[in-house]
């Protein structure tokens, strides 16, 4: 189903959402629209390192060392700060603000999709600034993400997504946001939160903290959704959010994440931990 459509249904069952989900079919519309004009730069392996790197549970490469197309980057944010200044009033101070700031040239963008990576980096700005760091943060990450995307898609044949079974991704070395069951054995599979690649992990596994005691790792269902879950780790207490594709036709998994807000609650409320959290709601 087409994120517009499925969009509509969402919005339907769970109205309250409906300003969130337009504003993240808003945003992708405009990733999208980036996608065809992307120029990015070859990505370097060592390949002499590959299998040393795998063997010794290395990803293939840093957050930093993807790819930016920063002409590319720099014409979405505008687009990104024009919607976000549509979308909500606290959003649009914020763009008011960001944009004084180029215009006076104390900020440029270029040297922030460099270093945008670096967490420390936007936040020094954004205090710098009075932003507000998350806003600010997701502005910047939304905009190089179609950057990103596409570097992974270009590493996708370098790693072997059904072997790799470590609870980090294998492409960047970042930690999921969601885990996703497929096909009809209920295969399941991490989805990592900078990149967007998903490999391969065991059932019975805590991501977090490598967690394989059936007694300790449990999940969460809410009445009617039986679509996702939410699965459970007593050794760490931390959780990830699962979403079960054998109940579900194909969606976009960060779409499926959005719409379910009150899992998180859920989860929150029995004293458990999201790692990485939802950066849309956050
Ligand atoms: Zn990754
Ligand atoms: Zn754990």
């Known amino acids: 189903m087409g994120l517009k459509n499925r969009i509509e249904q969402l919005k339907k069952k769970r109205p309250g959402y409906g300003e969130i989900l337009d504003f993240y079919q808003k945003i992708r519309e405009a990733q999208d629209d980036v996608k065809a004009s992307l120029r990015i730069d070859p990505i370097k392996l060592k390949q002499e390192w590959k299998k040393l790197l795998a063997k010794e549970g290395f990803s293939l490469i840093q957050k930093e060392d993807f790819p930016v197309d920063i002409e590319v980057s720099a014409k979405l944010f505008q687009d990104l700060c024009r919607i976000g200044k549509e979308a909500n009033p606290h959003m649009a101070e914020q763009v008011g603000k960001i944009e004084e700031a180029l215009e006076n040239k104390r900020i440029t963008m270029k040297k922030l999709f460099k270093e945008g990576v670096k967490e420390k ?162």
């Open 121 to 282: 980096k936007v936040q020094q700005v954004a205090d710098e600034f009075g932003l507000d760091q998350k806003v600010f943060s997701f502005l910047i990450q939304s905009s190089t993400r179609p950057s990103i995307e596409a570097g992974m898609e270009r590493l996708r044949g370098e790693v072997d997504s059904e072997a790799w079974l470590k609870g980090y991704c294998p492409i960047c070395g970042s930690l999921p946001s969601l885990s996703l069951l497929k096909e009809e054995v209920g295969k399941r599979y991490l989805l990592c939160s900078y990149c967007g690649y998903q490999w391969r992990i065991d059932r019975l596994f805590c991501p977090f903290c490598n967690n394989k005691d059936r007694e300790s790792l449990h999940y969460l269902l809410a009445e009617g959704e039986e679509a996702y879950r939410i699965d459970l780790c007593d050794k760490c207490h931390q959780y990830i959010k699962t979403i079960d594709y054998r109940n579900l036709a194909e969606s976009d998994p960060v779409l499926e994440d959005l719409a379910t807000p009150h899992l998180d609650i859920l989860a929150t409320q029995k004293g458990y931990k999201r790692p990485v959290p939802n950066p849309w709601t956050n």
